[in-house]
């Protein structure tokens, strides 16, 4: 055995005394749950797809729920895209660019695979709706919601994501968000320990944020299941946004949400926070 394996297995043996599993089920773990999310992309694409629109005239009269709309105007006010003409975007930073906080290989297919299945996965949600409107279809129309909402909302929540951090970024906000943090929480502390909690003590998968409330100009923490949207679940614009989806963290920091979670915190982009609450209010008219 070369002198480079003999290392690695020496590695790998020290690590499963550490951890008391054996590298081999470290492995296995990391691929169920990078998986896990490729699967809620592919059952929902399976959903859309089973959807049959009507022919016209054979439709019955209703009301189309008002989400399916509210999801693209959110997707337009944060991305300029008009309904089912998604894509990408591009990142602002190389995907090494957060190491060691948050680790090349999840940023890679965090943002090319998941992200792009989301967006898949809207287009064609978005061709079967104006199929259904054509045919007014009111209930394709709303089984249509679930993948809209779904989908849309990954696609809006890890855009908004990404912008939120930022290479050697991290430490104490500034400016009006940092005012706005220290008379709602009382100081940057209490906030960082309230959003932390929250953010791990969400059940399954879903989302820890900071949005703004425009009735009460403050700012609040709540949190989202799944991908649910934050404006569309709580009426709060989102600020900040923690994927807490086991895919967004698992390989690196295996079932230590909490580790990841205090990382984060090393990389935010508090002025891409700033930014968003700044024009929140302004939109307000606060």
């Not at 660019?97 to 890679?108: D, F």
């Not at 879903?206 to 679940?233: E, H, S």
Request: net charge neutral; proline share 3%; with cysteine.
């Amino acid at each position: 055995m070369a002198a480079k394996d003999l290392y690695i297995a020496a590695l790998e043996k020290k690590l499963a005394e550490l951890s008391g599993i054996e590298v081999d089920q470290i492995k296995k773990n990391q691929l169920a749950n990078a998986s896990s999310e490729a699967r809620s992309i592919r059952e929902m694409a399976e959903y859309v797809d089973s959807i049959q629109v009507k022919q016209a005239g054979q439709a019955v009269a209703g009301q189309v729920n008002p989400q399916v709309a509210a999801m693209f105007v959110h997707i337009k006010a944060e991305l300029g895209e008009e309904r089912g003409a998604h894509s990408l975007p591009p990142l602002q930073y190389d995907y090494d660019a957060l190491e060691p906080h948050i680790s090349a290989t999840i940023m890679q297919i965090h943002h090319t695979k998941h992200h792009q299945g989301y967006i898949n996965n809207l287009k064609a949600a978005s061709e079967k709706l104006v199929e259904a409107e054509k045919a007014n279809d009111i209930a394709a129309m709303n089984s249509l919601l679930p993948a809209i909402k779904f989908n849309g909302g990954g696609h809006l929540n890890h855009t908004i994501f990404w912008t939120n951090m930022a290479p050697k970024a991290g430490g104490e906000p500034t400016g009006a968000i940092a005012e706005a943090i220290k008379k709602d929480f009382g100081s940057f502390q209490s906030f960082k320990e309230k959003f932390s909690g929250s953010s791990v003590g969400v059940k399954g998968s879903g989302w820890g944020w900071l949005g703004y409330c425009p009735k009460d100009d403050k700012v609040a923490i709540a949190t989202c299941q799944n991908q649910d949207p934050l404006q569309i679940t709580h009426g709060l614009i989102p600020l900040l946004g923690l994927d807490v989806w086991e895919h967004a963290y698992y390989l690196q920091y295996k079932n230590l949400r909490a580790d990841y979670v205090k990382a984060f915190f090393n990389v935010i982009n508090w002025a891409n926070v700033n930014q968003r609450y700044e024009a929140a209010r302004k939109a307000a008219g606060h």
